[in-house]
């Protein structure tokens, strides 16, 4: 029987830690072949580059496994490695590992999860790893273990049509961790502010902060999921329509 053929990806760029630690994972599992963009691209959402040409170069990061870098985003990645290195589907789309957590709102800008919510959109199954922990010394081994148990599962069962999911893990050592859970997406939204500055020549500029905050302290939700210790799965679908506003909107008479 032969190996499901996995691409893997990420927004953090092909040299990063998460990136090596998910390869090890799923190399272990099937063919792998790595396409990942050649620079961070954190935060880049679901874009797409059009106004520019995409490059595509050969990577020897990985040794013996196959690999190539992109100029673009984690979605031109993925929809290059569809569609010009493999020319087919591959079985399997795994994106991460996260640094830091894509929980609740910001699976919206999350280039990790875009890359997989393109894979949904190609209706293959995706899924998106992030670790809550933005230290570059990041232990990935916890999520490792809870990625291998993941892919298994999706492998090997009847993934959902047009969904990926979203798994994320709490910064706790493996002996922490209580299991995974099944969730919702949390109603939490960064309150932003921008800090004002003034660069070397007298000029202003902006640098966004704030604070993320959860608007429900719900107990169903990956937030809670995560502080109380437990790996969040949330399945995670493309279609942005509001379909319980149709009815209202209706009564508008239009």
């Given at each position: 029987?032969s190996?499901?053929?996995?691409l893997?990806?990420?927004?953090?760029?092909?040299?990063?830690?998460?990136?090596k630690?998910?390869?090890?994972?799923?190399?272990?599992i099937?063919?792998?072949?790595?396409?990942?963009?050649?620079s961070?691209?954190?935060?880049?959402?679901?874009?797409i580059?059009?106004?520019?040409?995409i490059?595509?170069e050969?990577?020897?990061v990985?040794?013996d496994?196959e690999?190539?870098t992109?100029?673009?985003?984690?979605?031109?990645?993925?929809?290059v490695?569809i569609f010009?290195?493999?020319?087919?589907?591959?079985?399997?789309?795994?994106s991460g590992?996260?640094?830091?957590?894509?929980a609740?709102?910001?699976?919206?800008?999350?280039?990790?999860?875009?890359?997989?919510v393109?894979?949904?959109?190609?209706?293959?199954?995706?899924?998106?790893?992030?670790?809550?922990?933005f230290?570059?010394?990041?232990?990935?081994?916890?999520?490792?273990?809870?990625?291998k148990?993941?892919?298994?599962?999706?492998l090997?069962?009847e993934?959902?049509t047009?969904?990926?999911?979203?798994?994320?893990?709490?910064?706790?050592?493996?002996?922490k961790?209580?299991?995974?859970?099944v969730?919702?997406?949390?109603?939490?939204f960064?309150?932003?502010?921008f800090?004002?500055?003034?660069d070397?020549i007298?000029?202003?500029y902006?640098?966004?902060?704030?604070?993320?905050k959860?608007?429900?302290?719900?107990?169903?939700?990956?937030?809670?999921?995560?502080?109380?210790?437990?790996?969040?799965?949330?399945?995670?679908q493309?279609?942005?329509?509001?379909?319980?506003?149709i009815s209202?909107?209706?009564?508008?008479?239009l």
């Open positions: 029987m190996k499901p053929l996995i893997v990806t990420n927004d953090d760029g092909i040299t990063a830690p998460g990136l630690a998910l390869v090890q994972v799923a190399s272990k099937g063919k792998v072949v790595v396409i990942a963009p050649d961070p691209q954190s935060g880049m959402g679901h874009a580059t059009i106004n520019s040409p490059r595509i050969k990577s020897e990985f040794d496994i690999a190539h992109c100029s673009g985003t984690p979605v031109d990645c993925v929809k490695g010009h290195i493999l020319k087919r589907k591959p079985d399997l789309i795994i590992i996260n640094h830091g957590s894509n609740a709102t910001n699976v919206i800008y999350s280039g990790t999860m875009s890359a997989a393109e894979g949904a959109m190609e209706n293959i199954p995706s899924i998106g790893f992030s670790l809550d922990d230290a570059h010394e990041a232990d990935f081994k916890p999520t490792q273990h809870y990625a148990l993941i892919i298994d599962k999706a090997s069962n993934f959902p047009n969904v990926c999911l979203n798994v994320n893990v709490p910064k706790l050592p493996i002996s961790l209580k299991g995974m859970r969730c919702r997406q949390a109603n939490a960064w309150e932003d502010r800090d004002e500055r003034i070397p007298g000029k202003k902006y640098w966004l902060t704030g604070e993320f959860d608007q429900e302290q719900a107990e169903d939700t990956d937030m809670a999921t995560l502080k109380n210790g437990y790996v969040s799965i949330v399945p995670v493309f279609d942005m329509t509001a379909h319980h506003a209202q909107i209706n009564k508008w008479k």
